[in-house]
């Protein structure tokens, strides 16, 4: 007999697809299971039983297109001009309303949800800081500065703005942040 | 006949201490209109037609002990140590498992609801930041740096760590982070 638990992985696939496209269609509050399901040609009962919930279902749709997409920066040699991309990039996905909003719902279940914050940092979060991390060391960062602050000091200031709402965040911030980045961090990193 | 919505100062007074009593010893979630009224001697009516609810009574509980704590910046003449006392004393506030959970969960009201976003930023937020913006302003950092934004690369690490919990936060990571923002607003900054 089949082990009910097992993933499919067509349908695992055709489920997390159905779950992209909602979100980016009606966003994540009006985000119903019973919708993704109906897209999917799936069970209710199946997602269910493979994620538990809404909120692990958006996870890990939104993991795997982490995952599909890479999280590598671009290496042009040019590190200021590869930060500046990738702060600007994050600047746009706070921008667009739709991902803001299903980023901001994420948090908020992360912020009463251990187990899940735990989830996000790790298969959504750390991933992409990793990303920025291996650039910052390829770019020639001294040994001696923790590279795990300097990827909180590029991306710290951004989550704070949109958060907590304290000023314009645009292409502008996101280049003047990256400039004081660069001074901190010191000439030697420059490649 | 007196005014019902005009406040009664010493109420007000009594009803704030109440709620800083009640957020010390019982925390923000299980902290009820009805336990603060019984507290302060006032009724349950006087703080729902004052306040509205819970998240603003306790926003104004906590932005009128910040008023009269005070903002400004001691200011020792070691710019760099300053920073650190200040980052090294929000370090602690997040480390308090009760100042947390009412951080936390005011960030999580804020979220859903755009006029206590704007009521936290402006009461509460605003006037810490600037007394850290008056400090860096009177310790030399060079006009053309954007006060704004090196506030941020100060407290947007911390929240970041705090919010999605990606490593230890502790004097430690309070002081490395001082001294990367001190490299990067430049050695003429040091008093």
Redesign the interface.
Known sequence: MPDPNRRNESSRRAILEATRALLAETGYADLTIGAIAARAGAGKQTIYRWWGGKSAVVLEALADSVAEAGTALPDTGDLRADLRAVLRATVAEFADPRLSATT?AL??ET??DDAL??Q??DRL??PQ?DGVKDRLRAGGVPPA??L???V??L???????W?????PLDDG?AD??VD??M????ERASG
Chains 1, 2 share one sequence.
């Not at 001074?183 to 010191?186: D, E, L, M, P, S």
Request: hydrophobic share 50%; charged share 20%.
């Open positions: 901001r948090m908020i912020m009463g914050a735990g996000v940092r979060l750390r800081l500065i923790d795990d602050l300097v909180e000091l991306f710290g200031p951004l989550y704070h703005r958060l907590l709402r304290t000023g911030y003047d942040l004081l980045v001074a901190a961090i010191g």
